[in-house]
């Protein structure tokens, strides 16, 4: 991964207002996301998670057990409560930035911090606070990238190096233990591999051989039950699914949202820059190309959720950090906080509000 041209290594040079603007932003959203979560009721997937969590298997009927395993986990360190069972997904964008820090600061460590502070302005990184299975998809998934992103750092394929793309494939085991969308991580790398570095092909069939663990514990259960999650997943909930032109236009409408607006607008008026930034930056564009085309593709015929691409989220921020001009990035941060501040305004004024005042919406039942 080549050295970004304006990189600033030293404490020197790292911006002081951009250390404050991450204090705030973090302690900021994190305080938020903590509050939604001791006081807004658990949701009905939450209650059916919970139960995994109750009772810990190596599988259950509908996605691997990782989300059960956590919430086991939580249930048994700090206690049978809501904040307890909600706390990782509540400091989960805390770990993410942590991750991304640690994967970039080699490369530039301004740049870093901006991708942190990009991730850490989305709107959704300030009222998420849902335990599901895309919590820990999320975690690992982002772990594993990062250490892919400093094994492929390292000039020699050396003991440090092999060791990191064994971690990227622990870590993307885990990831399928969460949900089976880790496998467009997987789909990701190989493209990345092939294209790219084939002279480090070996190292690729280290990591797999290090993940297939998560899909042979997966595999195991299943052959015991029924397939049901292969069911479920592959069959049951796609066997009536048609084309509709509205499909794909919600897919760009959904992408746009997470994009945030300043971000978005930035991003199609430096398009050169980003086509120049995806270049010097391959592992990165692939982490980010690759999942967009697939769910473009499965767009045609599917609803795809706005929490199917959160697994690939911090690396589009990241890329935007890496490709915008210098004197750029501060823009796209304000415009960013002022979306992300329209969304705790929305939030304060539904705090305001009482479950009787939604009696007679659609969203009440959920």
Avoid at 110 to 133: C, E, G, Q, S
Avoid at 146 to 155: K, P, S, T, V
Wanted: positive net charge; hydrophobic residues 55%; aromatic residues 16%.
């Amino acid at each position: 991964m080549p050295q970004n041209p304006d990189s600033a290594h030293s404490p020197e040079n790292f911006p002081a207002t951009l250390s404050r603007w991450l204090l705030a932003v973090g302690l900021g959203s994190l305080l938020l996301r903590f509050w939604i979560a001791v006081t807004f009721p658990i949701s009905g997937d939450e209650a059916f998670f919970y139960w995994w969590g109750v009772y810990p298997d190596w599988g259950y009927s509908d996605h691997p057990p990782m989300v059960g395993w956590l919430i086991a986990l939580m249930r048994a360190t700090l206690g049978d409560s809501i904040w307890s069972i909600r706390l990782p997904v509540v400091l989960l964008p805390l770990a993410l930035g942590a991750a991304l820090w640690w994967a970039f600061k080699p490369v530039d460590r301004v740049r870093a911090a901006w991708a942190v502070l990009f991730f850490w302005l989305a709107p959704l990184n300030w009222l998420n606070m849902l335990i599901t299975t895309d919590t820990p998809l999320i975690f690992w998934s982002a772990l594993s990238v990062a250490a892919l992103l400093r094994a492929e750092r390292r000039e020699q394929l050396d003991r440090a190096a092999y060791g990191l793309y064994a971690l990227s494939g622990l870590f993307l085991g885990c990831a399928f233990l969460s949900k089976y969308f880790s496998v467009v991580l997987g789909f990701a790398y190989l493209v990345y591999f092939v294209l790219y570095r084939r002279q480090r092909l070996a190292a690729l069939a280290l990591l797999v051989l290090c993940a297939l663990p998560g899909p042979a514990i997966n595999i195991a259960y299943n052959m015991s039950h029924g397939w049901s999650n292969i069911m479920f997943n592959l069959y049951n909930r796609n066997e009536a699914e048609l084309f509709e032109w509205r499909k794909p236009l919600l897919y760009i409408v959904t992408i746009a949202y997470l994009i945030t607006p300043a971000a978005l607008w930035l991003a199609v008026k430096y398009r050169k820059a980003l086509m120049a930034a995806a270049q010097a930056q391959r592992l990165l564009a692939c982490l980010v190309v690759v999942p967009l085309l697939f769910f473009a593709l499965l767009s045609a015929k599917k609803v795809i959720g706005l929490h199917w691409v959160l697994s690939f989220y911090p690396f589009g921020f990241a890329f935007l950090a890496f490709a915008l001009p210098a004197d750029k990035l501060k823009t796209c941060a304000k415009g960013m906080a002022v979306f992300a501040g329209l969304h705790v305004l929305v939030v304060a004024g539904l705090y305001m509000t009482t479950l009787d005042n939604w009696k007679n919406t659609k969203l009440y039942p959920q």
